[in-house]
Each structure stands twice: as structure tokens, then as C-alpha cells.
């Protein structure tokens, strides 16, 4: 990835134009707490990696990205026949930030035009494509600069953001994910997700969820 410069952005820098979107799907983790090869689980008949990726083009967004990491020579696999583009982070260790910005730099790339972007995990099993279609028409209403989901009394990913916040993306480190934006923004909006706390970071996480949902 080429360097980029980094340009403050604050409050009153954030204009919002109505254009196009994408959806930024980071898969990139290790699964260290888990032990085992997240993306790979299944849950109701298809591996987490493949099931959040359909619902991203189910959104029918303009472009979508999934960032993989070390393990993106059996990911990949996962993804064939599939409409979206990939992109490698060699770093993955260093933690989530730099997903998001290996992802926001791989979808800026690919669509110089793009104006918004949803950041999203591939652990979340309840996201729909229905409430990610959600954010894009609560932005469309809005006009905010970020839509993010709500859930379990606080903001959270999925999250949409104006093309205006994509420079503070890029200069997030280590394990600060896109939540370290909300409190920085004026005229965020929240759109409530059911269930949208239930993520996979355990085995325990794993086993619950199956016994709710089916393999």
C-alpha cells in the first residue's frame, strides 16, 4: 500500500453529499482468543466469512471489500465465484485499525468517486443485508456524516462514513477501531440492530450461537 497523506480532518470539515457507497467486511483477525479459524466457522449452513460477505452485495452497495490477513490463501477460496475484491493486510498482528485502513485505502483505489463507506466485521451474525441497506437510507434521510448501528446501550459497527472521515480512518493505530470517530462527529445518527452485541470471540460465543441458530 502506497503512503498517504494525512490530512486533518475536524467538525466543521464534514460536508455531506448525497453518492455512492461501498462495504468494507474486515476479516483479517488472527482469532487468537478463539483458537480456531473464525472466518471459517459455520453457522446455518455457511462459514461466517461467506455469509457476511453475501449480505454486504445483498445491500447491493457499489463496491465491496473484504480484508483478509495471513490466512488469505484459504480465504480466498471461501470467496470465489463472488462479486467483491480483496485486499491483503500482510500486518494483521498490529490490530483492527490497520484493516480499516488497508480497506478504505483498497476501496478508494478501486473507486476514486466513492462518498461513503460501512465498516463491518464478519463475526457479527446478525447483521442483515436489510440493516445495512438501513444505514444507506438513514444517511440518504439524514444527510449525516455517520450513521452507526445501535445496540446493547452503546454505538457500534456496522457504521456508515462520509468520505470526510476517511482520513481520520487512516490515521487510527493499533486495536482503535472506526468507534473512536463517533464522539469526534457532529450529526451522527444511530440505527437500532437487534442482537447486534452477539459477536464471536470465544469458543463459548461459538457454541451458544450454534445451539440458537444450527451449524
Do not use: W
Amino acid at each position: 500500500m502506497k503512503n498517504k497523506q494525512i490530512i486533518k480532518s475536524d467538525k466543521e470539515s464534514c460536508d455531506v453529499n448525497t453518492g455512492k457507497y461501498g462495504i468494507i467486511i474486515l476479516a483479517a483477525g488472527n482469532s487468537i482468543r478463539l483458537g480456531k479459524d473464525k472466518q471459517m466457522l459455520r453457522v446455518q449452513g455457511e462459514t461466517l466469512l461467506k455469509r457476511s460477505s453475501k449480505k454486504a452485495l445483498a445491500a447491493k452497495p457499489d463496491q465491496v471489500v473484504v480484508v483478509l490477513g495471513e490466512k488469505a490463501h484459504l480465504h480466498q477460496k471461501e470467496l470465489q465465484g463472488l462479486d467483491l475484491s480483496i485486499a491483503l493486510n500482510s500486518g494483521s498482528s498490529e490490530g483492527i485499525a490497520s484493516s480499516i485502513r488497508i480497506g478504505i485505502d483498497h476501496l478508494q483505489s478501486l473507486y476514486p468517486a466513492i462518498e461513503y463507506a460501512i465498516i463491518m466485521l464478519c463475526d457479527q451474525p446478525y447483521v442483515t443485508s436489510g440493516h445495512l441497506k438501513g444505514l444507506i437510507d438513514l444517511q440518504y434521510q439524514s444527510k449525516a456524516k455517520i450513521v452507526a448501528s445501535f445496540y446493547g446501550g452503546q454505538k457500534g459497527v456496522p457504521a456508515l462514513f462520509h468520505r470526510s472521515c476517511f482520513p481520520r480512518l487512516m490515521e487510527l493505530k493499533g486495536n482503535s477501531g472506526a468507534k473512536q470517530l463517533f464522539a469526534d462527529f457532529e450529526g451522527l445518527e444511530t440505527l437500532a440492530l437487534s442482537k447486534g452485541e452477539v459477536d464471536i470471540d470465544t469458543m463459548e460465543d461459538y457454541l451458544n450461537l450454534i445451539d440458537r441458530l444450527g451449524v
